[in-house]
C-alpha cells in the first residue's frame, strides 16, 4: 500500500523574546525544525540557513539507500554556509542552530538531528521520542546524576553540547524507521517541551488533526508564559489513494518561522530557500495608496488656520518624541556602563580567523540601530579550546557583576582549556 504524508506547521514568537530565531518547514518528502541561537539576531540567520539547506532534499530527494549520507551532507553543508556567513560578518560569530529532522522515504522515515529540538512519534496511542536531547543536563541524565524531572527543571537544561555554528564539526544523530499507517509525527523545538509535559502532548497529539494539533499546541505554550519561541510541525502516515481523494490534502511546502520572513532572507542572498505554499504578512507585496491631489488642495484653500494648527501640533509632538528619545539613549548609556559580560569575538592571526574569549561593557543586544556593548578585552583563549557545555555558554554570553568578576571568568575558561590539553581531560573537550 502506498504512503503519504498530511501535514500542518506553525511558529510563535512567544511572549518573552523580542524576534523568532526558531524556522519549520513541511513539505511532502522533509519536515524540518530548526530554533536558533546567538546574539544581534544572528540566532534566526542560523535557524534560516538551516532549513534552507535541508528542505532542498524535498526537492531532489535522495533514494532511500543514500538518504543517511544525503542527511549528513547536508548537515555538513549547513555548517560550511554559517562558516561563511561568519566570515563575511564576524560580529555574528557565536551563532548556531539546532535542526532536527525527518525525510520521507515512501514506506520509512529517516531522522536527522542535532541540539535539543525534539521529533516524537505517536503509535496506536503511544507517543515516544524519536531523538535524544545534546544537552548538558542529558548527560547528567544519561550518567544517572539526575532524574527527568530534575532535568526538567534545571537552570542548565538550555545548555548545548552539540549543535551547528560553522565553527566546530558536528556529527549528526541519523536513524531510519519504519514507518505506518495512523502514524503521527511531532517536530518542535523546546519553546514548547519546556512549557508542556509529554503526557499533555500525547492528550492533544491524540485527539485532533494535524492542522488542530499544531493550533492547540502552540496555543497551550502561549497560555503558558510562552518564554521562549514556539515552533510546531506534525505530520501524519496515511494512504496515499485515501490522500488523492481527499480535495483539502495540500501538498504544498510549508516554511514558518524565520525563514519565511523577508527580512530574513534579504540578509542572506546567498542562500537558496524554499517555495512556500503560505507566505507570511512581512513577504506580501503592497500597492502604494493614491494621493487624492485634488482634495488635499481644497482642504489647504478652505481651511488655512486648521493647517497651521495640526503642523504646529506636529512640530510638538516631533520635537517632544525626540527630546524623549534623546532621553532614553542617555539613559541607556549610562546604564550599560555598569553591565558587564564574557562572550567571543573574532580574532585575526596572520590569514585565519577564529573566535576567542572576550569580556564586554554594556549588554548584547541593540536598540534602533545602537549597539548597546563595548569590546573591552580580547583574550588568546580559543573559543574551541574548551568543552562543548562552556562553548555554548559563552556563545550566549555568560553575565558578570563587574569587570574583576568577568576576568574571573576568563581565568576559569583559561584553566579549562589548559585541562583539556591534559591527560584526564574533563567531558565535552575538543578530541583533537
Not at 500500500?1 to 522533509?30: F, H, K, Q
Not at 531522522?111 to 496506536?124: F, I, K
Amino acid at each position: 500500500m502506498p504512503l503519504t504524508l498530511r501535514y500542518a506547521a506553525r511558529s510563535d514568537v512567544g511572549l518573552v523574546r523580542a524576534g523568532n530565531e526558531d524556522s519549520g518547514y513541511a513539505g511532502p518528502r522533509m519536515l524540518l525544525v530548526a530554533d536558533g541561537m546567538g546574539g544581534h539576531a544572528a540566532g534566526e540567520l542560523a535557524s534560516a540557513i538551516a532549513v534552507a539547506t535541508l528542505s532542498s532534499l524535498n526537492e531532489n530527494p535522495p533514494s532511500a539507500a543514500d538518504a543517511l549520507g544525503a542527511l549528513a551532507d547536508a548537515v555538513d553543508r549547513v555548517g560550511v554556509s554559517l562558516g561563511s556567513v561568519v566570515a563575511a560578518e564576524p560580529e555574528l560569530a557565536g551563532m548556531g542552530t539546532t535542526v532536527t529532522g525527518l525525510a520521507w522515504l515512501g514506506g520509512r522515515i529517516a531522522v536527522v538531528h542535532v541540539g535539543d529540538s525534539r521529533a516524537y512519534l505517536l503509535r496506536d496511542g503511544a507517543l515516544v521520542q524519536l531523538t535524544h536531547d545534546h544537552t548538558y543536563v542529558q548527560t547528567l541524565v544519561d550518567a544517572g546524576r539526575l532524574t527527568e524531572e530534575q532535568a526538567a527543571k534545571h537552570p542548565r537544561r538550555s545548555l548545548l553540547t552539540r549543535a551547528l555554528d560553522g565553527i566546530t564539526p558536528v556529527e549528526a544523530d541519523l536513524s531510519v524507521r519504519e514507518a505506518r499507517v495512523g502514524d503521527r509525527y511531532l517536530l518542535c523545538s523546546d519553546g514548547l517541551t519546556g512549557v508542556i509535559a509529554d503526557e499533555r502532548l500525547q492528550l492533544i497529539l491524540a485527539q485532533r488533526d494535524a492542522t488542530g494539533c499544531v493550533t492547540q499546541l502552540v496555543d497551550e505554550a502561549l497560555e503558558r508564559g510562552a518564554p521562549d519561541n514556539v515552533t510546531v510541525v506534525v505530520a501524519d502516515v496515511v494512504d496515499l489513494v485515501d490522500a488523492l481523494d481527499d480535495l483539502s490534502t495540500d501538498q504544498e511546502p510549508v516554511v514558518v518561522g524565520a525563514a519565511g520572513e523577508a527580512r530574513v532572507r534579504h540578509r542572506l542572498p546567498q542562500v537558496t530557500f524554499p517555495r512556500d505554499a503560505q507566505p507570511d504578512a512581512s513577504r506580501t507585496a503592497t500597492q502604494p495608496l493614491p494621493l487624492g491631489a485634488g482634495s488635499r488642495g481644497t482642504r489647504r484653500r478652505t481651511q488655512p488656520a486648521n493647517h497651521q494648527r495640526r503642523g504646529l501640533w506636529i512640530g510638538v509632538t516631533l520635537a517632544v518624541l525626540v527630546g524623549l528619545v534623546a532621553a532614553l539613549v542617555l539613559g541607556l548609556r549610562s546604564w550599560t556602563t555598569t553591565q558587564w559580560y564574557v562572550g567571543t569575538v573574532m580574532s585575526t592571526q596572520g590569514s585565519q580567523s577564529t573566535p576567542v574569549v572576550a569580556i564586554y561593557q554594556g549588554v548584547p543586544q541593540e536598540l534602533l540601530g545602537l549597539h548597546l556593548t563595548t569590546l573591552i578585552t580580547t583574550t588568546s583563549v580559543p573559543l574551541g579550546s574548551l568543552p562543548a557545555f562552556d562553548q555554548e555558554l559563552l556563545t550566549r554570553t555568560i553575565p558578570a557583576n563587574s569587570q574583576v568578576d568577568a576576568e574571573r571568568i576568563v581565568e576559569q575558561m583559561r584553566q579549562k582549556a589548559i585541562d583539556c590539553l591534559g591527560p584526564n581531560p574533563p567531558a565535552g573537550c575538543p578530541t583533537a
